[in-house]
């Protein structure tokens, strides 16, 4: 079946520095691909998308790009901020169904 | 627009005790999704609705749970007895028909303790 996996947390970093969350899915067909943040004490919020292989998703900083030879849709962003502190899920939507895949989040703690 | 609606946000309860979460997606959207998460299992999706339709209910834990949609603007999941286990925080989601599986916008939650 369709799932996602991704790296474990927290992933603790010194504001600045280079933020990588690795993402592999399995899926039938053609998936699209999304990154979802949750700030403390709010719902999830769509951060990026991809809809096909080799596409780019981006948004504040953050960038993915969809490796259909890799199964992966790292997140990535050059310089975090203290505010980027927050979870992080990918997902995958299939269209066999109308579902979102959701990986079991990373925590991303940045320190001032 | 307001976004996702849910209230309560913070619900506290004994064992036994019937529990209702309200949910109003955001106008114009023909799914609903209720989720529910916790440390434990993180993320799951509970039951969604296309145009008020249950479609998918699978991830509803146990009879104890039923979710209903009377008309586009309102959802209600129950808990009927709750128990202890069933503490967590409760999100509902709505999307828009042209998007189908693609963005959902996220509620704020419903943290549910129950004692």
């Known amino acids: 079946g369709n799932s996602v996996t991704q790296m474990e947390g927290p992933v603790t970093l010194s504001e600045e520095a280079f933020l990588t969350i690795n993402c592999t899915y399995t899926a039938t067909g053609y998936p699209s691909l999304f990154w979802y943040v949750q700030y403390p004490g709010e719902g999830l919020q769509l951060l990026l998308k991809?809809?096909?292989?080799?596409d780019k998703g981006s948004n504040k900083g953050f960038e993915a790009t969809y490796r259909k030879e890799t199964t992966s849709f790292h997140l990535e962003k050059g310089s975090v901020q203290v505010s980027d502190s927050a979870v992080y899920f990918c997902?995958?939507?299939?269209?066999?169904?109308?579902?979102?895949?959701f990986g079991t989040g990373t925590r991303l703690q940045v320190f001032p | 627009d307001a976004g996702v609606i849910q209230s309560p946000r913070h619900e506290v309860t004994e064992m036994g005790q019937e529990v209702t979460l309200r949910c109003k997606p955001i106008s114009g959207h023909d799914y609903l999704f209720w989720y529910r998460q916790t440390m434990m299992r993180g993320l799951e999706l509970l039951i969604y609705?296309?145009?008020?339709?249950?479609?998918?209910d699978s991830g509803m834990p146990e009879d104890r749970f039923s979710a209903k949609m009377p008309n586009a603007s309102f959802s209600t999941l129950k808990i009927q007895p709750s128990e202890p286990r069933d503490s967590a925080v409760y999100f509902c989601?709505?999307?828009?028909?042209?998007?189908?599986?693609?963005?959902?916008?996220f509620g704020p939650g419903t943290r549910l303790t129950v004692l």
């Open positions: 997902a995958l939507s299939s269209w066999a169904t109308d579902k979102l895949i």
């Open positions: 991809a809809t096909k292989a080799d």
């Open positions: 609705f296309n145009n008020n339709v249950p479609i998918d």
């Open positions: 989601a709505s999307s828009p028909r042209t998007s189908g599986v693609d963005e959902q916008f």
